[in-house]
């Protein structure tokens, strides 16, 4: 008696259940478009391509020039064990002491001075550096098409350094392109 009770209750739970979650789960996904809450970006065309280039980073600056960059050109990077890399300076965050995730730098030419925006398509710290001086971000969004993040720079014309740190993936998408922050 005791089994067809506890047997029933599972049954009566698991419809319960089921039915809860046909009720919420709409209901969910339409707070998700009507709250404001949903991704937004700035008209910018930007997508994620699916087949690119796949190139490794630098684990030290002078092997960064090797991994250049071109702007409106998305890379698939490859890291390093961030505890390898050596970074130009150290990090605008906390990520230089950790032992778990990956790092890498690479370069690209900036042609004249303005706002450039570097996208990541995962979860990584972005730094740019230039002239050996870590440059201050000037704002930041979600990423192309929704995924990971743009954070934009104020630079200079001539070389800069993308340092990439505290990633939790051995490797990701980034892009380059020009471009000013969100208002």
């Known amino acids: 008696?005791?089994?067809?009770?506890?047997?029933?209750?599972?049954?009566?739970?698991?419809?319960?259940?089921a039915a809860c979650l046909s009720v919420?789960?709409?209901?969910?996904a339409d707070a998700m478009q009507t709250d404001g809450s949903q991704c937004v970006r700035k008209a910018d065309g930007l997508s994620w391509a699916e087949d690119t280039p796949v190139r490794l980073t630098a684990k030290t600056v002078d092997a960064a020039d090797g991994?250049?960059?071109?702007?409106?050109?998305?890379?698939?990077?490859?890291f390093h064990r961030q505890t390898d890399v050596t970074f130009a300076?150290?990090?605008?965050?906390?990520?230089?002491?950790?032992?778990?995730?990956?790092?890498?730098?690479?370069?690209f030419?900036?042609?004249?001075?303005?706002?450039?925006a570097v996208s990541?398509?995962?979860?990584?710290?972005?730094?740019?550096?230039?002239?050996?001086?870590?440059?201050?971000?000037?704002?930041?969004?979600?990423?192309?098409?929704c995924e990971g993040k743009t954070v934009y720079f104020p630079l200079k014309a001539g070389?800069?350094?993308?340092?990439?740190?505290?990633?939790?993936?051995?490797?990701i998408d980034v892009l380059v392109t020009r471009g000013a922050p969100p208002e």
Request: proline share 4%; hydrophobic share 45%; glycine share 12%.
């Open 24 to 28: 919420s789960v709409p209901a969910f």
């Open 120 to 145: 990541a398509r995962g979860m990584v710290w972005i730094d740019l550096v230039q002239r050996g001086q870590l440059i201050d971000s000037s704002g930041h969004e979600r990423g192309p098409a």
């Open 89 to 107: 300076t150290l990090p605008g965050s906390a990520t230089e002491t950790m032992e778990d995730g990956f790092a890498g730098m690479a370069v």
């Open 1 to 17: 008696m005791m089994r067809r009770i506890v047997f029933c209750m599972g049954v009566l739970m698991a419809c319960l259940s």
């Open 159 to 171: 070389r800069a350094i993308i340092q990439l740190s505290g990633a939790g993936l051995d490797a």
């Open 109 to 116: 030419d900036v042609p004249e001075d303005g706002s450039y």
């Open 67 to 78: 991994v250049k960059m071109a702007l409106g050109k998305q890379t698939h990077l490859r």
